[in-house]
């Protein structure tokens, strides 16, 4: 069973940045797509961005589409989160998870993802 631990969160201006880290047990992390997902007070934990096992595809909720950028080093197993332009509604816990294997659907499903972390809090105040 690989274990995720997201770090990076914090509080930030808006308008401001913030880079989140995830890193993954294991040696099959780079057999797997990625991802990131948000959950803020009294919501459904939503998507965020994905990553596939080689890092060549990605894929963003249009929230974030040009402020957010996902990306992985796989010798280091870890998955990261670029946050810019951050806004207010941007708070939230983000969590990242592991996806599907190698040749699994590409986009993900959110139903793909399994294995979460244990959450980081973003907060962005204006």
């Known amino acids: 069973q690989?274990?995720?631990?997201?770090?990076g969160g914090g509080w930030v201006l808006a308008g401001?940045?913030?880079?989140?880290?995830?890193?993954?047990?294991?040696?099959?992390?780079?057999?797997?797509?990625m991802g990131w997902f948000r959950q803020a007070p009294g919501k459904e934990r939503d998507f965020v961005a994905a990553i596939s096992w080689g890092g060549r595809s990605t894929s963003y909720a249009d929230s974030v589409k040009g402020r957010f950028t996902i990306s992985r080093d796989n010798a280091k197993n870890t998955v990261y989160l670029q946050?810019?332009?951050?806004?207010?509604?941007?708070?939230?816990?983000?969590?990242c998870a592991r996806g599907g294997p190698y040749g699994s659907m590409w986009p993900p499903r959110p139903r793909d993802f399994g294995s979460w972390g244990q959450g980081t809090q973003v907060t962005v105040s204006s």
């Open 83 to 95: 946050m810019n332009s951050l806004k207010r509604e941007d708070t939230a816990v983000y969590f």
């Open 16 to 33: 401001g940045s913030l880079r989140l880290s995830c890193a993954a047990s294991g040696r099959t992390f780079s057999a797997y797509n």
């Open 2 to 7: 690989v274990q995720l631990v997201e770090s």
